[in-house]
Protein backbone atom coordinates (compact mmCIF):
# COMPACT_ATOMS: atom_id res chain seq x y z
CA UNK A 1 0.00 0.00 0.00
CA UNK A 2 1.40 3.21 -0.96
CA UNK A 3 1.75 5.42 1.98
CA UNK A 4 0.92 9.52 1.71
CA UNK A 5 3.94 11.89 2.04
CA UNK A 6 2.81 12.61 6.15
CA UNK A 7 2.11 9.35 6.86
CA UNK A 8 5.07 7.89 5.79
CA UNK A 9 7.09 10.97 7.09
CA UNK A 10 5.46 9.88 10.23
CA UNK A 11 5.95 6.26 10.08
CA UNK A 12 9.61 7.63 9.23
CA UNK A 13 9.78 9.30 12.82
CA UNK A 14 8.44 6.28 14.44
CA UNK A 15 10.51 3.30 13.58
CA UNK A 16 13.71 5.74 12.92
CA UNK A 17 15.24 4.49 16.23
CA UNK A 18 14.55 0.91 15.88
CA UNK A 19 17.80 -1.27 15.97
CA UNK A 20 17.14 -2.98 12.88
CA UNK A 21 16.15 0.61 11.21
CA UNK A 22 19.21 2.28 12.42
CA UNK A 23 21.07 -0.66 10.58
CA UNK A 24 19.73 -0.03 7.40
CA UNK A 25 19.78 3.53 7.43
CA UNK A 26 23.94 2.84 8.72
CA UNK A 27 24.05 0.98 4.99
CA UNK A 28 22.19 3.42 2.75
CA UNK A 29 24.11 6.46 4.02
CA UNK A 30 27.83 3.82 3.48
CA UNK A 31 25.94 2.99 0.23
CA UNK A 32 25.51 6.87 -0.59
CA UNK A 33 29.25 8.08 0.75
CA UNK A 34 30.90 4.94 -1.69
CA UNK A 35 28.82 6.43 -5.06
CA UNK A 36 29.65 9.85 -3.85
CA UNK A 37 33.21 9.96 -2.05
CA UNK A 38 33.70 13.82 -2.20
CA UNK A 39 30.90 14.41 0.71
CA UNK A 40 32.81 12.11 2.91
CA UNK A 41 36.09 14.09 1.57
CA UNK A 42 34.24 17.08 1.93
CA UNK A 43 33.48 16.86 5.09
CA UNK A 44 36.95 15.10 6.10
CA UNK A 45 38.65 18.48 4.51
CA UNK A 46 35.82 20.81 5.08
CA UNK A 47 38.36 23.42 7.45
CA UNK A 48 40.82 23.09 4.81
CA UNK A 49 38.95 23.41 2.05
CA UNK A 50 37.38 26.80 2.97
CA UNK A 51 40.95 28.09 4.15
CA UNK A 52 42.23 27.50 0.64
CA UNK A 53 39.25 29.16 -1.25
CA UNK A 54 39.71 31.91 1.14
CA UNK A 55 43.51 32.07 0.58
CA UNK A 56 42.69 31.98 -2.95
CA UNK A 57 40.22 34.87 -3.13
CA UNK A 58 42.41 36.66 -0.96
CA UNK A 59 44.90 36.79 -3.99
CA UNK A 60 42.90 37.56 -6.04
CA UNK A 61 41.94 40.21 -4.01
CA UNK A 62 45.03 41.25 -3.81
CA UNK A 63 45.94 41.20 -7.32
CA UNK A 64 43.64 43.20 -8.12
CA UNK A 65 44.30 46.12 -5.78
CA UNK A 66 47.67 45.81 -6.85
CA UNK A 67 47.19 46.53 -10.03
CA UNK A 68 44.50 49.12 -9.63
CA UNK A 69 46.73 50.72 -7.14
CA UNK A 70 50.05 52.50 -6.93
CA UNK A 71 53.35 51.02 -7.92
CA UNK A 72 52.35 47.53 -8.08
CA UNK A 73 51.00 47.50 -4.30
CA UNK A 74 47.50 46.97 -3.23
CA UNK A 75 47.32 50.79 -1.91
CA UNK A 76 45.16 53.64 -1.85
CA UNK A 77 45.74 56.00 -5.04
CA UNK A 78 45.12 59.26 -3.42
CA UNK A 79 46.43 58.72 0.09
CA UNK A 80 48.16 55.32 0.09
CA UNK A 81 46.32 53.59 2.79
CA UNK A 82 47.80 49.89 2.72
CA UNK A 83 45.51 48.48 5.20
CA UNK A 84 43.68 45.60 3.21
CA UNK A 85 40.70 45.50 4.57
CA UNK A 86 39.97 49.61 4.45
CA UNK A 87 40.56 49.31 0.42
CA UNK A 88 38.18 49.33 -2.06
CA UNK A 89 37.92 49.49 -5.69
CA UNK A 90 36.10 52.93 -7.55
CA UNK A 91 34.82 53.59 -10.21
CA UNK A 92 36.84 56.59 -11.94
CA UNK A 93 33.66 57.85 -14.01
CA UNK A 94 31.63 56.98 -11.35
CA UNK A 95 28.93 55.11 -12.69
CA UNK A 96 29.42 51.91 -10.09
CA UNK A 97 25.85 51.47 -8.78
CA UNK A 98 24.70 51.46 -12.30
CA UNK A 99 27.23 48.62 -13.22
CA UNK A 100 26.30 47.26 -9.86
CA UNK A 101 22.99 47.07 -11.22
CA UNK A 102 23.63 45.81 -14.36
CA UNK A 103 25.65 42.99 -13.92
CA UNK A 104 25.24 41.95 -10.85
CA UNK A 105 28.63 42.06 -10.14
CA UNK A 106 30.28 42.74 -6.87
CA UNK A 107 33.33 41.78 -4.19
CA UNK A 108 34.83 38.14 -5.42
CA UNK A 109 33.31 37.90 -8.42
CA UNK A 110 33.72 41.80 -9.94
CA UNK A 111 37.91 40.80 -9.27
CA UNK A 112 37.69 37.59 -11.05
CA UNK A 113 35.79 39.25 -13.65
CA UNK A 114 38.47 41.99 -14.01
CA UNK A 115 41.07 39.13 -13.74
CA UNK A 116 40.14 37.07 -15.94
CA UNK A 117 39.67 40.40 -18.76
CA UNK A 118 43.10 41.59 -18.62
CA UNK A 119 42.16 44.26 -15.82
CA UNK A 120 40.08 46.81 -18.23
CA UNK A 121 40.51 50.75 -17.11
CA UNK A 122 38.60 52.75 -15.68
CA UNK A 123 38.78 51.44 -11.63
CA UNK A 124 41.72 52.33 -9.35
CA UNK A 125 41.65 51.13 -5.78
CA UNK A 126 40.64 53.60 -3.11
CA UNK A 127 40.44 53.31 0.83
CA UNK A 128 37.26 53.75 2.57
CA UNK A 129 38.32 57.60 3.84
CA UNK A 130 39.08 58.40 0.25
CA UNK A 131 35.97 57.20 -1.32
CA UNK A 132 33.60 58.89 1.23
CA UNK A 133 35.41 62.25 0.15
CA UNK A 134 35.15 61.47 -3.76
CA UNK A 135 31.31 60.73 -2.87
CA UNK A 136 30.77 64.20 -1.07
CA UNK A 137 32.45 66.04 -3.95
CA UNK A 138 29.89 64.17 -6.62
CA UNK A 139 26.96 65.04 -4.58
CA UNK A 140 27.60 68.73 -4.03
CA UNK A 141 28.80 69.14 -7.96
CA UNK A 142 25.52 67.23 -8.48
CA UNK A 143 23.61 69.88 -6.69
CA UNK A 144 25.54 72.86 -7.63
CA UNK A 145 24.96 71.93 -11.21
CA UNK A 146 21.24 71.64 -10.11
CA UNK A 147 21.10 74.96 -8.60
CA UNK A 148 22.52 76.68 -11.65
CA UNK A 149 20.94 75.07 -14.36
CA UNK A 150 17.61 74.20 -13.78
CA UNK A 151 17.20 76.58 -10.47
CA UNK A 152 13.59 75.63 -10.77
CA UNK A 153 14.28 71.75 -9.57
CA UNK A 154 16.54 72.48 -6.80
CA UNK A 155 13.74 72.57 -4.15
CA UNK A 156 12.47 68.77 -5.75
CA UNK A 157 15.94 67.59 -5.12
CA UNK A 158 16.36 69.16 -1.47
CA UNK A 159 12.76 68.19 -0.49
ZN1 LIG B 1 42.83 56.90 0.67
Same mark, same amino acid.
Given at each position: MA????KK?? /???KIRNLPWRKEQLKKARAKYNQKHPWQEYYKKYKERIALYTEKYRERIKVG???? /? *?? =? =???VCVICGEERLDCL?????NDGGAQERKRTGRVGFSLYS????????? *?YQTLCMN??????????????????????????????
Open positions: LSREKE /YDKVYSY /Y *GK =G =GKPSLDHIFLRSNGYPT *GCQFIKERARRKRKLLRLTDEKSSNTQTYLS
